[in-house]
């Protein structure tokens, strides 16, 4: 007889309160009012469906989809790869992932970052991978700077690079920031400070893995993104 999995009740003791006054944008961006349960549509929880026709084959290449041809981003290359699991540590296939961040001296290509960092004409910061039928993933990109925010005087983001996972519907997509193993301002900044269990950061922190590094190439980071369970991934969109 097939016996039921355990359940794992959320631990609401990991995730940060929604206004922490040293995270000064919490204060305004903090709901004030109970959040309002409403009901998804057909249409919310039935798409979309991703397959690997969806993605192209150099979606996950950082390095390459945004560059000149012969052309490189200027920075330390890195890969990015891990598993997507269930809280039993079941993987999970055919998940898209989606990744965007700064590049190798701090700055994003959008239009409202005004960091005086130059801007890498070869470097996009953005990419997107479906997980394979192992649940595996892996980006190849550039190691993102860190970059300067109006928090407070002297304020300086850790290197990091924004997650998002998408499930099986709209309304199933979680986001995250990982961060990256030995960075001295992790334990500093604001945001990460915002989280009061210690284990949490953690899941939060890809760690170097040498079994995976390209000699003479790249420098590889494993981050293994848990989606439900006592081990679960920090999300950002979680209350």
Not at 6 to 28: F, G, L, M, W
Not at 45 to 55: C, E, K, L, N, R
Request: net charge negative; charged share 20%.
């Amino acid at each position: 007889m097939k016996q039921d999995a355990e359940y794992y009740q959320r631990d609401p003791n990991i995730h940060p309160v929604a206004c922490t006054p040293s995270y000064k944008s919490s204060i305004t961006r903090s709901p004030r009012f109970s959040l309002i349960s409403l009901e998804n549509s057909i249409s919310e929880i039935t798409g979309p469906v991703f397959s690997h026709s969806d993605i192209d084959p150099g979606d996950n290449d950082l390095l390459t989809n945004f560059a000149q041809s012969n052309e490189s981003p200027i920075g330390q290359r890195i890969i990015l790869h891990g598993h997507v699991l269930d809280e039993n540590s079941r993987t999970i296939p055919n998940t898209l992932i989606e990744i965007w961040q700064a590049n190798a001296c701090g700055r994003y290509r959008h239009k409202n970052d005004t960091y005086l960092a130059p801007i890498d004409p070869n470097f996009g910061g953005c990419g997107r991978a479906l997980t394979d039928g192992d649940g595996y993933f892996y980006f190849r990109t550039v190691m993102p700077g860190a970059y300067p925010w109006q928090n407070y005087v002297n304020s300086w983001r850790p290197a990091h690079i924004h997650v998002s996972v998408f499930g099986a519907s709209f309304v199933q997509r979680l986001i995250t920031q990982c961060y990256f193993e030995g960075d001295p301002l992790i334990p500093i900044c604001p945001i990460v400070q915002t989280i009061p269990n210690p284990n949490a950061i953690e899941q939060l922190t890809a760690r170097l893995d040498l079994n995976a590094t390209i000699p003479f190439d790249a420098i590889a980071y494993k981050f293994d993104i848990i989606l439900r369970g006592r081990r679960s991934t920090l999300f950002e969109n979680r209350f």
